[in-house]
């Protein structure tokens, strides 16, 4: 069963739904985190409660740490009877243990703090005091646990937009935020554990993991031929941008189409490194076809842009990125008027692309990587992947799923035509769209891990370098299932 996503509407509800559970949900959130403090703790703990719910919960925490044998330092330098009333109740519980509150950061060093500051409501930037606090934590060199979201993380968008914790482990309650896995989220939470407090969660969105997409990784039958994976052709690689294609041809190939081609136009005779690819001109490489690859260094040219319009009026499966989205974005309508057709669109904007086909910025579709997704899959009728920190996809139907594999080496020139082809050879071999979508961005990140773990990156990882240890986590992946 993959890992439900909550946003704030459902989340919320499901609070209210469960408001007089028995024992409380802030007494279950509490226990939850005080058992992982448990495993953590290694000398004195300074519990930070905020003003709020999350600061119950920090109450929690350290009173159950208190009854364990400890004796936790609680820093609060709010006024109680202004709390939530759990979050009150949760205060006075801890000083009727015998706890008490200092309202001073105190000195000295400790083996663990935990962050009970701010939760997931926030939405503001942190400023006077608690931002000094979470200066003091950051540079105080201890272990920090935050509590649901680390505080002056936006739990929804991902987004960092004043002083935040860096936490070294995030208990994160009911089920995972989006802005844990996504933009910012991912440097900041540290190893994330989901806490379910015994509730059922009916998903908002889903984790992207291989479940998902497990039916589809079947062994391939002996009585096979090359016509049985479907044919590929990358359309694209105008003058000074062949390399775009070719990674694209390279990927579709060693992930298992069963012939590509390039539809080049800036026409080569052959590609050195990978014979295998049949190398024709623009005009011819659609009619050989059963999925097509729009974008790796198409440009923006007239050709480019009537290369396009022939391709989106094909009837065909296809994957349009890098210029077959910025010529979409100069008319949308093409993609409008493609939607009709019943063979999928599967786009793969980077944040920029994105902005330009929803005719904002960049900085706004950062700002709530998930609703950009949506968006897009909702205007234009196809399943998209928001690529970036916690690449975003999305449905048309409205289902979305945020991918945690990959690495800072993925930010390398061709990443995204490697990726290009990938997906496109998932399609050729009969994955339906959403699965292939998913499988492809969640292997392309997870070869990027299995280079760093062979000693290959982050820096300096290429682009051609993910092909190999995706083909490899592919096999393997079918092999393991197949068992």
Known sequence: MTQPILRGVALRNLETKHADAMPALMERAGAAAARIVLEMLDGRA???????NNGGDAFVVARLLKAAGHAPTVLFAGEPERLPADARAAHAAWLAAGGACRADYPPGKFGLVVDGLFGIGLTRPIEGQYADWIARINAGGAPVLALDVPSGLNALTGQATGPVVRATRTATFIALKPGLLTADGPDLCGA????DLGLSVAPDGMLAEPALFRHCLQPRPRNSHKGSFGSVAVLGGASGMAGAALLAG??????????VYLGMLERLPVDPGQPELMLRTADEAPGLATVLAVGPGLGQSPEARALLIRALGSGL?????????????????????????PAPSLLTPHPAE???LLGCSSAEVQAD??????????????????????TVIAAPDGRWFINTTGNAGLASAGSGDALTGMLAALLAQGWPPLEALLGAVHLHGAAAGACIAAGRGPVGLTA???IDPARKLLNDWITLLDR
Request: with cysteine; charged share 20%.
């Open 317 to 341: 499966p296809q994957v349009i990125d890098a210029d077959g989205l910025n010529l979409l974005a100069q008319e949308p309508s093409l993609l409008t008027r493609r939607a009709a057709s």
């Open 354 to 356: 994105a902005a330009r």
């Open 250 to 259: 390279r990927a579709a190939l060693r992930l298992g189409a069963g012939r």
């Open 46 to 52: 300074l519990v930070v409660a905020g003003p709020g």
């Open 464 to 466: 051609g370098e993910l």
């Open 369 to 390: 990587r998930v609703a950009a997704c949506l968006e897009l899959a909702r205007r234009f009728g196809a399943h998209v992947a928001l690529k970036g920190c916690g």
């Open 192 to 195: 994330i554990t989901v806490c």
